[in-house]
């Protein structure tokens, strides 16, 4: 285990940025305008950005990154506010193998290969980082990191409990075809110059934080902005 705080600086900074924020402030005015290398930025060379001839709006995120979990009721907020032209899609991240992200990685993929991904994406989360989780990386009380941090094993026990059998999952888990898109996922991450999460792609051409929306309340306008963009070919 390294010896290095469980988490970056970074993400513990931007945790108590998102939690600082409420979600029920009225949106940012429709006069609200956007500024490229400010509130979003631009991804070169693009990478593919539609799904069904819908514009995707991808979060890049881990089930063990403290900040998208605190990030989540704006997802749901932003996932139902995208227009009908526009589809949100997932990306887990794999950089930090310190705070257990390749082995949640693997879940996603294992999940989404199984079809369980929508059934337990919340539940990850909540195994993850409510007290009594079965998935936790840090004890409940002291907030160390767990030695040793939750293996595919452990999270194949929890998909049983979703109607899937643990040979299964890990069998699923451990499958060429996970294994090519972790492979996918991390070639994508760098294509996208992401370094932290949560971050968004839209349309495999702008990448946005909340930090760089400039408010939380200022997301969702400037992804449907984005997505506007894209739509209308500039």
Not at 178 to 197: C, I, P
Request: proline share 6%; with cysteine; charged share 20%.
């Amino acid at each position: 285990m390294s010896t290095r705080p469980m988490f970056t600086r970074a993400a513990i900074v931007l945790f108590g940025w998102l939690a600082a924020f409420t979600l029920g402030h009225a949106q940012a005015p429709a006069s609200e305008t956007f500024t490229e290398g400010k509130n979003y930025f631009l991804i070169e060379p693009a990478q593919p950005g539609t799904v069904d001839g819908k514009v995707e709006v991808v979060e890049i995120f881990s089930y063990a990154c403290p900040a998208c979990n605190a990030f989540q009721p704006t997802i749901k907020k932003l996932r139902a506010a995208l227009p009908a032209n526009a589809v949100m899609t997932y990306l887990p991240a794999s950089f930090r193998p310190d705070e257990d992200w390749p082995v949640f990685q693997r879940a996603y993929y294992a999940a989404q290969a199984l079809g369980i991904a929508d059934k337990v994406h919340d539940a990850l989360f909540d195994a993850v980082w409510k007290d009594d989780g079965t998935l936790r990386i840090t004890d409940a009380k002291t907030h160390q990191p767990l030695k040793p941090m939750p293996s595919i094993e452990d999270v194949a026990k929890f998909f049983a409990g979703h109607g899937v059998s643990v040979d299964d999952a890990i069998g699923t888990a451990n499958s060429f075809a996970v294994n090519a898109k972790m492979k996918r996922a991390d070639a994508l991450l760098k294509a996208y110059g992401v370094d932290s999460t949560p971050t968004l792609v839209v349309a495999g051409k702008y990448r946005v934080t909340a930090r760089s929306a400039g408010d939380l309340d200022k997301l969702v306008p400037l992804v449907n902005y984005l997505v506007a963009k894209e739509s209308a070919g500039h």
